[in-house]
């Protein structure tokens, strides 16, 4: 018989698989190497919106929906701003994204400031709810003993 084919002149496929079956067993090429454990690598601060931004639509969570959504066009409206000097496909870097974060941030008080000297506490209080949410994304800010002890 030549190469796995009977009289008939067809393949004898059971034969011929079993025949690399066992080949395989003693070919050191033919075993694939055997997968390590994946280590997850952090979230950048671009990934974890988008994923609070999905768990704030099926939460139902409307204020904190609304608030993600404004940050996200925040980012982008950088992103458009730069395009002119750093390229069409220019993105953020984190420490990009947490400057507009933090510039974000710092409107929300000067409204939560403006407001109360204007006696809207109801707009404070959303003021306020969307500052937490947004510092959430910030890194967090040493207190004044923190400060004082470096």
Request: net charge negative; proline share 4%.
């Amino acid at each position: 018989m030549l190469c796995g084919a009977d009289r008939s002149g067809q393949a004898d496929r059971g034969r011929l698989d079993a025949g690399r079956a066992a080949r395989a067993v003693h070919d050191p090429c033919s075993v694939l190497p055997v997968p390590q454990p994946l280590t997850e690598a952090p979230m950048s601060i671009r990934e974890r919106l988008e994923s609070d931004v999905k768990q704030a639509m099926r939460a139902g969570e409307a204020t904190r929906l609304q608030c993600l959504r404004m940050l996200k066009s925040k980012i982008q409206e950088r992103e458009v701003a730069l395009r002119a000097d750093k390229g069409r496909d220019h993105k953020l870097g984190d420490e990009e994204v947490q400057q507009v974060i933090a510039s974000y941030a710092k409107q929300r008080r000067d409204s939560i400031a403006e407001y109360t000297k204007g006696g809207r506490d109801d707009l404070v209080a959303s003021e306020n709810a969307e500052l937490e949410i947004i510092q959430e994304f910030l890194p967090e800010q040493l207190d004044d003993a923190a400060v004082r002890q470096i």
